[in-house]
């Protein structure tokens, strides 16, 4: 699924191209920055991972973005979202890389996203996060998210079960 860029404040959110697959990887796969994200942290690079990466912007299914500064257009984290056209329900999804960590950023990446839910018609919009993960609790909280379930995912290669809450922000 591609759409062409979202934009808020201080940043653009463009679709995700090939050359952004390390960047990923490299949040993604790091023991503190993803923490809280279903993917395993890699001791090694998998080239295999790497390449499927590396076709996320492709993807028909879900919509992979990256946020960059709109003056200097460096990325600040990725971020994702699925539709349910049926429900008019998006499921986001967001990761700052932790250099940003405090500077409000994820809270405008959720907020830009879920105002192009609203312009798309989307009634709902979803975020599943970590009972642990402090900081994104807070930021679905300030985007009107209002936790309505609880679930469980395994960390991908580990025995790890982490608890997650699940938000509805209703639009």
């Keep these: 699924m ?8 201080r940043l653009f959110l463009r679709g995700f191209t090939p050359g952004d697959a390390m960047w990923a990887y490299r949040i993604w ?9 279903p993917d395993e942290a890699m001791d090694e690079i998998d080239a295999s991972y790497l390449k499927m990466l590396e076709g996320l912007g492709a993807d028909e299914e879900c919509c992979y973005l990256i946020p960059v500064f709109k003056d200097t257009l460096e990325r600040v984290g990725t971020c994702s979202f ?11 999804a967001y990761c700052v ?5 405090g500077n409000g950023y994820a809270t405008e990446i959720a907020q830009g996203m879920i105002e192009y839910a609203r312009c798309q018609g989307a009634e709902l919009v979803t975020i599943f996060v970590s009972v642990e993960n402090l900081a ?3 930021v679905a909280q300030k985007c009107g998210g209002v936790i309505v ?23």
């Design 149 to 171: 379930g609880e679930n469980t995912y395994q960390k991908k290669g580990t025995d790890t079960i982490m608890k997650e809450y699940k938000y509805e922000i209703k639009l």
């Design 82 to 92: 699925m539709v349910n056209e049926e429900n008019k329900v998006y499921d986001i």
């Design 2 to 9: 591609k759409i062409e860029s979202i934009e808020t404040p």
């Design 136 to 138: 994104s609790n807070r």
């Design 97 to 101: 890389h932790k250099k940003y960590w």
């Design 29 to 37: 796969n790091d023991p503190e920055m993803g923490q809280y994200l």
